[in-house]
């Protein structure tokens, strides 16, 4: 009797999510070709956000093993073996610039509950995201031990000794120096700030991201290098008029503000490069109708909120650039924030869905929610492309260090 032979299939790499939020961040690892086997989120609306999407089957996020609750007590060893990424963005009010910059004294500052699942569930490689904020000098000292934490995740805190975070630092600090640092579960960090402006995203979002490799993968790993510029933007509005002339607008409504002219003046003696012009708020909502207070019966989550004010420090994106970073807020969406400003001077709040293109959600993608709600998942996720962007280049040298076959065999 002959042996019956089986045939091994190659299975796609596999990542979990820590908070997912509104789902940006695994939206942008699911298109870079991630299984997801795992999303972290405790907050209700933004579960609800991701449900109702998996409820009309939404490709992306609809096979997505969602887990709500409080990642604290979120078990990651089940997940040992059988991972590639580990992937998330601890809550930034602790460190964001509008925030009460409590930093590592804040309850929220969840950033040891990210080294844990990496301890635990010991992927190839992470990718964690947070505010440009947490690289400010008042945060220096944190900010490397959050790095070294990460690099040398079974270096635990000794708290049942009472040992202080500082303490640890200290301990990390040194055996970072010593001949030791090879043992044991390690990764080779790198972190940089990232505008979103320059990777294709119609916003100026800066955002300091982590990406490490296990020791054992050997991933000569960088940065991906910008893909869009602001000079190439000028150079479409103001040496070239391509801009105007594919969007139509009138002369008398080509408003550039006097810093950008004064830079695009000098483009003629800068050396021409092969980055494409930055996304302006006009290129992502401009075959959308204006929002109404009715909402539209096409666009998602496309309906006009009232309310909007200019005042000092809150004047509304020009729509002929990038808009400014989308905000969250503690107690709501302060009235100048999120607002688009028209060349006749005119202004209103972007809508829900004008705000998911800025981020470059999908427009099938529905919202749960107020619109406060709405916008706070919204100004606090990250941009899908960008997301893309970096986990396709994760994956393509995960892929690299293991020959190709970055998936697991499964019989």
Not at 110 to 119: D, H, I, M, T
């Amino acid at each position: 009797m002959s042996k019956q032979s089986t045939k091994a299939t190659l299975v796609a790499p596999a990542a979990i999510e820590l908070f997912a939020g509104a789902g940006g961040l695994g939206m942008g690892i699911s298109k870079a070709g991630f299984k997801s086997l795992g999303v972290f989120e405790r907050d209700r609306y933004c579960c609800d956000t991701i449900r109702e999407n998996q409820q009309s089957n939404h490709p992306i996020v609809s096979l997505w093993p969602l887990e709500p609750g409080d990642v604290k007590v979120a078990d990651f060893k089940r997940f040992e073996g059988k991972i590639d990424l580990v992937s998330g963005g601890p809550p930034c009010q602790p460190f964001s610039l509008g925030g009460k910059h409590k930093g590592r004294k804040d309850a929220r500052d969840l950033w040891p509950e990210a080294v844990r699942a990496v301890r635990e569930a010991r992927p190839r490689a992470f990718i964690f995201e947070n505010v440009k904020g947490l690289t400010r000098e008042a945060f220096a000292t944190y900010f490397q031990y959050i790095v070294l934490q990460l690099s040398y995740p079974e270096i635990m805190r000794r708290e049942k000794d009472g040992e202080k975070w500082d303490e640890h630092l200290s301990r990390l600090e040194q055996h970072h120096t010593s001949r030791r640092s090879n043992r044991g579960l390690s990764y080779r960090v790198v972190f940089r700030v990232l505008n979103a402006a320059n990777y294709g995203v119609p916003q100026k979002r800066e955002r300091v991201f982590f990406v490490g490799f296990r020791n054992d993968i050997s991933a000569e790993w960088h940065f991906p290098e910008p893909t869009h510029s602001l000079d190439a933007l000028l150079r479409e509005q103001i040496q070239t008029g391509v801009y105007w002339e594919r969007h139509r607008v009138p002369r008398a409504q080509r408003a550039i503000s006097d810093r950008a002219r004064a830079r695009g003046q000098q483009l003629s003696l800068l050396p021409d490069d092969d980055t494409r012009p930055w996304l302006t708020i006009r290129d992502a909502i401009h075959d959308m109708p204006a929002p109404t207070i009715h909402g539209s019966n096409r666009y998602l989550n496309h309906r006009l909120q009232l309310g909007a004010r200019s005042y000092p420090g809150h004047t509304g994106s020009p729509i002929d650039e990038p808009s400014k970073t989308l905000k969250a807020g503690v107690h709501g969406v302060p009235g100048g924030e999120n607002t688009v400003l028209f060349p006749d001077g005119k202004f209103r709040y972007l809508s829900v869905r004008e705000s998911a293109r800025l981020q470059k959600f999908p427009d099938d993608f529905v919202f749960h929610g107020s619109w406060s709600e709405t916008m706070r998942q919204l100004g606090n996720a990250v941009p899908v492309a960008l997301a893309h962007i970096i986990a396709s280049s994760v994956r393509e040298h995960l892929a690299l260090s293991t020959g190709g076959n970055i998936g697991r065999l499964a019989v």
